[in-house]
């Protein structure tokens, strides 16, 4: 059992349960006046990000310049078409298959032109949606290795803090405790009447035995 001297082993009984009713009685009330200051850590979140939607910002990025080249491509491919009609026309071979022939040679080029375009788009949608995820997931892992750091930190301080209010409440209660115990009588007993007494430092900075209602009411504080 704990003595009522000397430094407390607090882990040991926070909960205010040190084998005597009367200096428990001290320790709980002193305890419970104490303020404890911690504090809480708020971590900081990241918001998920799914591949489909890195691959929706990069497409938002790489989809006006293919839209523009097929555009390109399209026109000249009809550029094309219109200079061979007029070739043919000037040489009457209008319907003839060499009029043909050069529009389908127009047109394979064109279609080679734009699945090489495509390619291209989805060679750099690929890597835009890779690289992206890649710093995605370093940057959450480094947010989430600071927010271990600091809740680690809080803990420690809470730890401290709390340890810091019960060996001040142990030891106002020790001294309590030591200062109201009950004189031995003449006939052998003690005089009790005190036990539910705490002493508290007047105004004037005189110790005076008062019941803790009675020392809220008044204002007056520990001197302990």
Known sequence: MATATGQAPVSQNSGGNW???????????YLNDIPLNTINYN????????VDELAAEVAAYLDPQINTTEKNLRRQMRNNYNDIDANGASKGMSRSTW??????AIYNAGMDALAD???????????????RY????ARRQGIDEQNARNQL?????????KTAQEQLAYKRAANAYN?????KSKG?????????LVPWLTSKGKTVLMKPEKRRMSGQSSGL
């Open 19 to 29: 084998g005597n009713s009367r200096f428990n009685k001290y320790y709980n009330r």
């Open 117 to 131: 375009a495509y390619s291209n788009y989805n060679s750099a949608l690929a890597s835009g949606v890779s690289e």
């Open 188 to 196: 052998g007993g003690d005089n009790g009447g005190n036990n539910d």
């Open 153 to 161: 930190e809080a803990d420690k301080y809470n730890s401290q803090v």
């Open 43 to 50: 971590a900081v979140s990241t918001p998920d990000q799914s």
């Open 134 to 137: 890649e710093n995605y997931l």
């Open 99 to 104: 009029v043909t022939d050069e529009k389908g």
């Open 179 to 183: 200062w109201t115990k009950p004189k």
